[in-house]
């Protein structure tokens, strides 16, 4: 198990006005159950715009510079200020997931506080802790442009406590999703299955390929399996499966309600080229249409207290994107704030 290391220097600069009053106000260390009580409403979003790391406030429609980042692939925990990247250990550039020697780190965009987790790559927080799944090499990796090769095993580390618990013996991974306490895997030495991961000795094989598992609830109880025919909600308690009907297209980015009643996917048309925003109510599978058919639907987030929920879509022909912030009761939509270049939405807070 590596030891978190503080950082000496802070690579990502954070405003810190008010740091040592949200620190006392900062969640206990004792991770909520997937049943938890819904989080607050969301009064603004985090993105990243470049190397900027940035708030919008909803009521001002305002945004606020927080800080920059040393890469562009950040990843946010929906449930706590933290937020995970990977920088290389060696100074060599790339995509997070292809360095030789990739370093997780994770920061307090609230407070600054920065840890530095050590060798690890792919982070995928909780839905609704302050918790960590991520792969950690175990042997040096052979790289070589967008393919690396090496055996590893899969970590979770709690980002309040800093402690790390490994859940297999090495392997060749990749990360799925988190359902409920424990983390979806797939091993690609047997891609019939998906691992259902809660410790080394606690291991579940889900009787579903990897490449169809689209997403699993927060709660732990559900599944929602893609196929060429549209989508399946799988109950895991009762075994029941309930079909979604697309009617047209395939899943593409999206993500389901803290609450585990609800999901927001869109939907690629057959040619791939627009793509369609849907809302699922679960366990019925209705299908309600939030948008026409778009450039895009990208980077779909939840309010906390799951009344809410946002996603970017691009405007017009150009490269930049816009917010849009919808209700879950009506799944009525509406623009905040001004056009982003280049934004990357990571949660609404």
Same mark, same amino acid.
């Given at each position: 198990?590596?030891?978190?290391?503080?950082?000496?220097?802070?690579?990502?600069?954070?405003?810190?006005?008010?740091?040592?009053?949200?620190?006392?106000?900062?969640?206990?260390?004792?991770? &909520?159950?997937?049943?938890?009580? &819904?989080?607050?409403?969301?009064?603004?979003?985090?993105?990243?715009?470049?190397?900027?790391?940035?708030?919008?406030?909803?009521?001002?429609?305002?945004?606020?510079?927080?800080?920059?980042?040393?890469?562009?692939?950040?990843?946010?925990?929906?449930?706590?200020?933290?937020?995970?990247?990977?920088?290389?250990?060696?100074?060599?550039?790339?995509?997070?997931?292809?360095?030789?020697?990739?370093?997780?780190?994770?920061?307090?965009?609230?407070?600054?506080?920065?840890?530095e987790i050590g060798r690890g790559f792919s982070p995928l927080w909780h839905p609704i802790a302050p918790r960590l799944a991520y792969l950690r090499p175990i042997v040096e990796r052979q790289c070589s442009g967008e393919s690396c090769r090496g055996l590893s095993e899969v970590v979770v580390y709690d980002a309040d406590s800093e402690v790390s618990t490994v859940l297999t013996e090495p392997g060749r991974f990749n990360l799925l999703a988190w359902s409920g306490e424990r983390v979806l895997v797939a091993n690609e030495s047997d891609l019939s299955v998906t691992l259902s991961l809660k410790s080394k000795e606690d291991v579940q094989n889900l009787?579903?390929?990897?490449?169809?598992?689209?997403?699993?609830? &927060?709660?732990?109880?559900?599944?929602?399996?893609?196929?060429?025919?549209?989508?399946?909600?799988?109950?895991?308690?009762?075994?029941?499966?309930?079909?979604?009907?697309?009617?047209?297209?395939?899943?593409?980015?999206?993500?389901?309600?803290?609450?585990?009643?609800?999901?927001?996917?869109?939907?690629?048309?057959?040619?791939?080229?627009?793509?369609?925003?849907?809302?699922?109510?679960?366990?019925?599978?209705?299908?309600?249409?939030?948008?026409?058919?778009? &450039?895009?639907?990208?980077?779909?987030?939840?309010?906390?207290?799951?009344?809410?929920?946002?996603?970017?879509?691009?405007?017009?022909?150009?490269?930049?994107?816009?917010?849009?912030?919808?209700?879950?009761?009506?799944?009525?939509?509406?623009?905040?704030?001004?056009?982003?270049?280049?934004?990357?939405?990571?949660?609404?807070?």
């Amino acid at each position: 198990m590596t030891a978190s290391n503080r950082l000496v220097a802070i690579v990502l600069v954070v405003t810190l006005a008010g740091a040592a009053a949200l620190a006392v106000l900062r969640a206990s260390d004792s991770a &909520p159950s997937p049943g938890a009580a &819904p989080g607050p409403p969301a009064t603004g979003a985090l993105y990243l715009s470049g190397d900027t790391l940035a708030r919008l406030d909803f009521s001002s429609e305002e945004t606020r510079p927080i800080g920059r980042t040393p890469t562009n692939d950040v990843h946010a925990s929906d449930a706590s200020p933290w937020v995970a990247y990977v920088v290389s250990g060696a100074g060599d550039q790339g995509e997070e997931d292809f360095l030789a020697e990739p370093v997780l780190r994770t920061i307090n965009v609230d407070t600054g506080e920065a840890t530095e987790i050590g060798r690890g790559f792919s982070p995928l927080w909780h839905p609704i802790a302050p918790r960590l799944a991520y792969l950690r090499p175990i042997v040096e990796r052979q790289c070589s442009g967008e393919s690396c090769r090496g055996l590893s095993e899969v970590v979770v580390y709690d980002a309040d406590s800093e402690v790390s618990t490994v859940l297999t013996e090495p392997g060749r991974f990749n990360l799925l999703a988190w359902s409920g306490e424990r983390v979806l895997v797939a091993n690609e030495s047997d891609l019939s299955v998906t691992l259902s991961l809660k410790s080394k000795e606690d291991v579940q094989n889900l009787d579903i390929e990897p490449s169809e598992l689209w997403d699993a609830s &927060p709660d732990g109880r559900w599944l929602l399996r893609s196929h060429s025919d549209g989508a399946t909600l799988i109950d895991l308690q009762g075994g029941e499966e309930t079909d979604v009907q697309l009617e047209r297209g395939v899943l593409a980015d999206g993500s389901w309600s803290p609450d585990s009643k609800q999901i927001v996917a869109g939907v690629l048309n057959e040619a791939r080229t627009k793509t369609r925003a849907l809302l699922i109510d679960v366990p019925q599978g209705n299908v309600r249409e939030i948008t026409d058919e778009l &450039p895009g639907v990208l980077d779909v987030n939840w309010a906390p207290d799951s009344r809410r929920f946002g996603f970017l879509t691009f405007v017009d022909r150009s490269n930049r994107t816009e917010l849009n912030l919808c209700s879950s009761d009506d799944a009525e939509c509406e623009v905040v704030g001004s056009p982003l270049r280049r934004a990357i939405l990571l949660r609404l807070d």
